[in-house]
T-cell receptor, first 115, second 109 residues
Framework: DTEVTQTPKHLVMGMTNKKSLKCEQH?????MYWYKQKAKKPPELMFV???????INESVPSRFSPECPNSSLLNLHLHALQPEDSALYLC??????????????FGPGTRLTVT | DQQVKQNSPSLSVQEGRISILNCDYT??????FLWYKKYPAEGPTFLIS?????DKNEDGRFTVFLNKSAKHLSLHIVPSQPGDSAVYFC????????FGAGTRLTVKP
């Protein structure tokens, strides 16, 4: 199984809503990532979890709250988002955060629209 | 299913020679293709892209070729430099983004 799954595929939420994005992998990878991607732009790194601990936070606003309940799951909790937060949110995983096994497997993304 | 495939996990070339990284895709709905370069513990860095209406795009030492009939694209780096050593991801997009698993390029001095 070389797949990273993300749910939901699409999400529309109001600025006062609370929602969560979910990501799952069963490849035994110990590093997981959240990216944000605007249309026709490269993905922008948001968070990196290594061995279930947050290792990188790229100065992401607190309205985005990541959570790694176990080595296979990664959540992104959303609260009080702004319309400009509308984007494709990508999850990825890799064997580790360094070394040869750093090839990242990406999920298909959750397309988020904030109204 | 893997809609974007990079079948070579690694590639090693000599400095000054050409590096050719390949990518195949299965979804004919993809209309935009990108290559990213990634160093360990960093997010992908955008390198070059190509729209499905073109078959070639060049930017300095980097050229991307798209063969839609074969559903194949390639990245050429000429001349290759040691600083080009990294993992290269191919990506394709339509309503979402699909990435290949990456190819690790090593350029030897």
């Amino acid at each position: 199984d070389t797949e990273v799954t993300q749910t939901p595929k699409h999400l529309v939420m109001g600025m006062t809503n609370k929602k969560s994005l979910k990501c799952e992998q069963h490849m035994g990878h110990r590093a997981m990532y959240w990216y944000k991607q605007k249309a026709k732009k490269p993905p922008e790194l948001m968070f990196v979890y290594s061995y279930e601990k947050l290792s990188i936070n790229e100065s992401v606003p607190s309205r985005f709250s990541p959570e790694c309940p176990n080595s296979s799951l990664l959540n992104l909790h959303l609260h009080a988002l702004q319309p400009e937060d509308s984007a494709l949110y990508l999850c990825a995983s890799s064997q580790d955060t360094g070394g040869f096994g750093d090839e990242q497997y990406f999920g298909p993304g959750t397309r988020l629209t904030v109204t | 299913d893997q809609q974007v495939k990079q079948n070579s996990p690694s590639l090693s070339v000599q400095e000054g020679r050409i590096s050719i990284l390949n990518c195949d895709y299965t979804n004919s709905m993809f209309d935009y293709f990108l290559w990213y370069k990634k160093y360990p513990a960093e997010g992908p860095t955008f390198l070059i892209s190509i729209s499905s209406i073109k078959d070639k795009n060049e930017d300095g030492r980097f050229t991307v070729f798209l063969n839609k009939s074969a559903k194949h694209l390639s990245l050429h780096i000429v001349p290759s430099q040691p600083g080009d050593s990294a993992v290269y991801f191919c990506a394709a997009s339509s309503s979402d983004m699909r990435f290949g698993a990456g190819t690790r390029l090593t350029v030897k001095p």
